[in-house]
């Protein structure tokens, strides 16, 4: 069985190679045996960005934030998501608690 590390490799390769569909379905076996694995969710939430399936990349990015809300960058990711789909409050709300989290206020 491959290590969690291993399966977050083959969907960064995936993705790195721009093949999106194989990236998703990595990331997804990843996370099916690994759903606490923040960087997995952060890589599908990307995925999904880069798709341009900005509902699907939230939802990722959010479930990132369910496991480790006191990670300043992934509200960075969900600002960038947010503001690419228009919502700019919110992208502006998330960016803020970013950097609270970045000031330790």
């Known amino acids: 069985m491959p290590t969690k590390e291993e399966l977050y490799d083959q969907a960064l390769t995936h993705f ?4 999106l569909e194989a990236a998703v379905a990595a990331f997804n076996v990843l996370l099916e045996q690994y759903p606490d694995y923040v960087d997995g969710h952060i ?8 798709m341009s399936r900005y509902d699907e990349a939230i939802e990722a990015i959010k479930k990132a934030i369910e ?5 300043p960058l992934n509200y960075t990711s969900l600002s960038i998501c947010y503001q690419r789909k228009g919502m700019i409050q919110e992208a502006e709300d998330a960016m803020a608690k970013s950097q609270q989290l970045q000031l330790g206020t």
């Open 16 to 19: 790195g190679n721009d093949d």
């Open 43 to 50: 890589g599908l939430g990307h995925t999904y960005e880069r």
């Open 67 to 71: 496991v480790d809300p006191k990670d």
